[in-house]
């Protein structure tokens, strides 16, 4: 199966791209009246995601943590209201695997392992995914 994908490269280091990504609120927000509560910091720890007015709510548990290398996020639950599936992210993976190349170079790609072009929410869900990560992207350059 095809999981959706993003991946880009920025000059900061792997530490200061873990470090943003754990912290959810800094990229995950900012297009759809977006809340999260919760923690992201230690294996076990859950936030949870509300975005659209109740159209788009997750619950996340980190369940994978390789410092400066890998995060992985497994959706709990989810309810998904403009979907015939609401529960269509239960169980998939919300990965970000981090290489440094160089001392000028860090690879980021990100992988949603569940979320498939056969499913329904593929085309709106990899939209939205494209857009926080382009923001991701933006906020990484705005480092000092």
Do not use: R
Not at 16 to 35: H, P, R, S
Not at 68 to 81: A, G, Q, R
């Amino acid at each position: 199966m095809k999981h959706y994908t993003y991946s880009f490269s920025t000059p900061k280091s792997s530490n200061e791209v873990f470090n943003l990504l754990l912290d959810v609120t800094k990229w995950w927000i900012g297009f759809y009246e977006e809340t999260i509560t919760g923690t992201s910091q230690k294996i076990g720890d859950e936030f949870s995601f509300h975005a659209g007015g109740g159209m788009h709510i997750t619950k996340q548990k980190l369940v994978e943590l390789i410092p400066d290398k890998k995060i992985v996020w497994l959706v709990t639950e989810s309810n998904l209201s403009f979907l015939n599936e609401t529960d269509e992210w239960n169980n998939t993976k919300l990965i970000f695997d981090i290489q440094q190349n160089s001392d000028a170079e860090t690879k980021v790609q990100f992988t949603h392992e569940g979320l498939a072009p056969q499913i329904e929410c593929y085309d709106q869900c990899s939209s939205a995914w494209n857009q926080y990560l382009e923001k991701l992207e933006g906020t990484l350059k705005k480092i000092s």
